[in-house]
């Protein structure tokens, strides 16, 4: 589960552009959040992973106050969240496979790559999801060989080699058309109850996030101004 209480996030002198946030994402559900331009949305997610440091606030991910972490713990925790990308983020000359393993490694193993040399077990590991999510015959394609859609699978199956406790998505549909950005947004659903993940995604097409989340957040100016399930979205809007 994650808990944020608080949070505050203010650029340089700027004023802030999260104020007192607070949000609870329950494991096994997705959230959708939506919001203008500049609301804070990809703040708030880079909060989360420390892309950006937090002015104050708490980030508990089941336990563990993220605001407080540095080095190596700190690095230890962002391996537990799993980012999915509106780019997809791949490694074009690589092969799949090289992909899906760097998310295991925390890095582009380039060595282990050449040498084609990664631990069975994580091999196997990533054979399993590669088929739970349809790519696996993709395995030794490169990854630009792939569509859209396969490669944010790709994307998707990186994530998971993490084992992750959390899965953050920016936009992860919004460079997809719309009958890809459906079967993606199914799976990521999917995916959320089959390992107890809470899922946190940023995304512009309300229409998507009232199919496929569980609740919305709607932001506004650093605010959350609603949360609520998909049905309760009209009245609210
Ligand atoms: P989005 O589509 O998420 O709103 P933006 O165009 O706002 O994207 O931001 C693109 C990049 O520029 C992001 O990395 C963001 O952190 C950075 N950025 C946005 N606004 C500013 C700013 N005022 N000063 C510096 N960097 C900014
Ligand atoms: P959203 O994702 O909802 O479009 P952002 O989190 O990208 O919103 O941006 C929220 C506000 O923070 C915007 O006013 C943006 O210009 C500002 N901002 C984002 N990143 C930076 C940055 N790196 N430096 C300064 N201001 C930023």
């Known amino acids: 589960m994650l808990k944020i209480s608080k949070l505050v996030k203010r650029y340089g002198n700027g004023d802030p552009v999260l104020k007192d946030l607070d949000l609870t994402v329950e494991s096994e559900s997705i959230v959708a959040i939506i919001g203008a331009s500049g609301a804070g949305k990809s703040t708030l997610l880079r ?6 440091e937090p002015t104050a606030g708490k980030i508990d991910l ?5 605001t407080a972490l540095r080095g190596a713990q700190l690095r230890h925790a962002r391996r537990r969240i799993g980012m999915i990308f509106q780019g997809f983020n791949l490694v074009d000359r690589l092969t799949v496979m090289e992909n899906v393993q760097s998310g295991r490694l925390g890095y582009i193993p380039l060595w282990r790559a050449v040498m084609r040399r990664y631990p069975k077990q994580d ?7 590669m088929e739970r999510v349809g790519i696996a015959h993709y395995a030794n394609k490169r990854a630009d060989a792939l569509s859209g859609g396969e490669r944010q699978r790709v994307g998707v199956v990186r994530a998971l080699m993490q084992e992750p406790e959390i899965l953050l998505a920016d936009e992860p549909t919004a460079s997809l058309d719309p009958k890809t950005s459906e079967q993606i947004m199914e799976l990521l659903r999917s995916l959320s109850r089959e390992f107890s993940l809470p899922v946190l995604i940023n995304i512009h097409n309300v229409a998507e996030a009232k199919t496929y989340a569980d609740r919305i957040v709607g932001m506004r100016y650093g605010r959350i101004i609603f949360d609520a399930e998909p049905d309760a979205l009209d009245a609210a809007a």
């Open 47 to 52: 909060c989360i992973n420390r892309l950006v």
């Open 123 to 129: 091999i196997r590991r990533a054979y399993e999801l």
């Open 62 to 66: 089941n336990g563990v106050d993220l």
